[in-house]
């Protein structure tokens, strides 16, 4: 905290005043009713005697009226954000995985439902407020271009059964879909702190993976030479020829700053194009992440 | 052979769905439909064992049984159960079991997979003719496998319990996408079991199937009956065969180029999907055949 200069101009009641003019009274003017006016030097001693500190001049400020901006906001800002998300998918493909897998007979019952699918979303923006300094309302509208890196795919679970036995023979097929992508993004936000974010988003495939895991077994005293447990795992690789890269999608957020540095931030991120032929899904992101912001 | 032309892919389909039977052998190996018991070792090789003891070498006594009037090629759509059919033969004749002596097992297993299953084989009534009945999963994608099986032979021999495992034998199969309703298929020599896709409307539909010079069986089901045949219409449960209990199968007909039609009503309600099976001529590698069913009218 600076130093305030006191300007004082008062009038001392002269109590004693013979053993005060006898040492100053030479450098003293009265009033009309005996009080002593004081010099600017005198002042300017009293305010050292008082405080100690040279007392400076109040400044200035140049230039026109003086603006209020937000509060802890500067012009760039380097936002960094990590957190859990849930992938959730839907469209064609999923209708179409279920007419798939399902048999359609009384024989071979079906049954396929969709596995939930979580994963981490961490990334960053530099975020530029191109109008802290000129209005008040535009003073709290930035621009965020950021990159992220976040999971996305689909999670599903089959259950076969073959009833034309007289023993209970299950086959289980659990199928995923899990590709990692970098995420660019341009946001607009406005707000301090509490702001919200929306924009556009182009996400590029780094590489994905599919996995078919298989169990079957038997049970039942009639099972054919006893009962019988066995299992499989494979993985084949989903790069761009299947999967599209540079999708463009659209994201959103919601956040609150508890301090300059330090909030938290709720993201979501939709893309309606995942494969590259056939029946697509839509995949839309959840996230909560904990904010960090360098400025 | 002539490998039917395949279909242009399923545009609503993402080509990575399913099970890929070409690069995921022990995956389809697992998911084969059927009764049976896997177990995951080798398959047995051809053996013998006496009291339950193996033996070392065979006898030179002993009848060295092989697997014979096989089904060597085979087309398919998922989903369709597959026959595979077999015959005793000991030094390239037919060979009959004697009394109290029977087919206990066969073994069966996915080419360059690992594991087996050991299932039950089917016999027809006399005695003769064996089959091994499996059925390949709708989610199994378009590919090219083999199936590996064999017999075991149980019995008693000179008063003694007696196993005998023969050697293994192959089918190819190759696993292709249902036809719409429409197009027009053209096969060869082998077995051809292939689904048509009908569509939602309820109607007459027409069946056309053309030979050549050479002689070639087919047979139609529809909702898990056979509905039309160029021969005998076969009862439930048995399949078009080279070779029957009474001699070479019949029904193998020379349309000399020109197409023959059949025509049965169609109802979506009661089933969308149509097998058809189409024998080439088990004699001769040339033959050559086609088959076009129609949208319901």
């Known amino acids: ?295 | 052979m002539f490998w039917a032309c395949k279909k242009s892919e399923d545009l609503t389909s993402p080509t990575i769905l399913g099970l890929d039977p070409t690069n995921n052998k022990d995956g389809l190996n697992k998911v084969l439909q059927m009764e049976g018991h896997f177990y995951d070792e080798e398959i047995p090789k051809r053996r013998l064992a006496l009291d339950s003891v193996i033996q070392d070498s065979l006898d030179k006594n002993f009848p060295v049984l092989t697997l014979g009037g096989l089904q060597r090629f085979v087309e398919l759509a998922e989903g369709v159960s597959l026959f595979l059919p077999f015959q005793l033969f000991q030094n390239g004749l037919p060979f009959i079991l004697p009394s109290g002596f029977k087919i206990c097992n066969g073994y069966l297993k996915v080419n360059s997979s690992s594991g087996h299953w050991k299932v039950p084989v089917k016999v027809d009534a006399n005695g003769k003719d064996f089959f091994i009945d499996v059925i390949i999963p709708k989610f199994v994608r378009e590919g090219k496998f083999s199936l590996n099986y064999s017999a075991e032979i149980c019995g008693k021999f000179q008063g003694r319990s007696f196993n005998f495992i023969t050697d293994t034998t192959t089918t190819n199969i190759d696993v292709l996408p249902k036809i719409p309703c429409g197009d027009t298929i053209t096969g060869s020599y082998g077995l051809t079991i292939r689904k048509y896709l009908l569509g939602d409307k309820k109607g007459k539909v027409k069946v056309s199937f053309r030979t050549h010079e050479i002689g070639d069986r087919f047979d139609l089901k529809y909702n898990n009956k056979y509905l039309l045949s160029t021969g005998t219409i076969l009862s439930e449960g048995r399949y078009p065969r080279c070779i029957t209990p009474n001699g070479p199968s019949q029904g193998f007909i020379i349309t000399n180029n020109t197409f023959k039609d059949y025509f049965f009503d169609y109802d979506p309600k009661i089933s969308k999907e149509l097998t058809f099976y189409a024998l080439g001529s088990c004699n001769d590698a040339r033959t050559s055949w086609d088959i076009t069913i129609s949208c319901p009218n």
């Open chain 1, 1 to 295: 905290m600076g130093l305030q200069k006191l300007r004082i101009l008062f009038l001392i009641p002269l109590i004693g005043m013979s053993s005060f003019k006898s040492k100053c009274c030479n450098s003293f003017k009265f009033d009309s009713n005996s009080n002593v006016i004081l010099p600017d030097e005198t002042l300017d001693f009293i305010d050292l005697t008082n405080t100690g500190n040279k007392p400076k001049r109040k400044q200035q400020r140049r230039g026109g009226k003086k603006s209020k901006s937000p509060e802890g906001v500067k012009m760039l800002n380097l936002d960094l954000f990590i957190g859990p998300s849930m992938n959730l998918a839907s469209g064609n493909f999923v209708e179409f995985q279920k007419e798939y897998y399902e048999t359609g007979s009384t024989l071979f019952p079906t049954e396929v439902k969709t596995t939930d699918f979580y994963w981490v979303n961490a990334g960053g923006q530099l975020r530029v407020n191109p109008f802290l300094e000129s209005n008040p309302i535009l003073s709290y509208l930035g621009f965020a271009f950021g990159l992220n890196y976040f999971q996305r795919g689909y999670a599903s679970e089959f259950v076969m059964q073959n009833l034309s036995l007289k023993y209970l023979d299950q086959t289980s097929i659990k199928e995923s879909y899990r590709t990692n992508y970098i995420g660019s993004s341009l946001m607009i936000r406005f707000g301090n702190r509490l702001y919200a974010e929306a924009g556009a988003s182009l996400d590029w495939l780094l590489f994905g993976k599919k996995t078919f895991e298989l169990s079957r077994f038997s049970f039942g005293e009639e099972s054919y030479d006893g009962e019988f447990s066995t299992g499989q795992t494979s993985t084949e690789n989903l790069d761009s020829k299947i999967i599209k890269s540079g999708g463009l999608g659209w994201c959103f957020s919601l956040g609150f700053n508890f301090t300059d540095y330090v909030g938290i931030r709720a993201f979501a991120n939709t893309n309606s194009t995942f494969f590259k032929e056939g029946a697509n899904l839509t995949n839309q992101q959840f996230s909560l992440q904990a904010a960090v912001t360098i400025k």
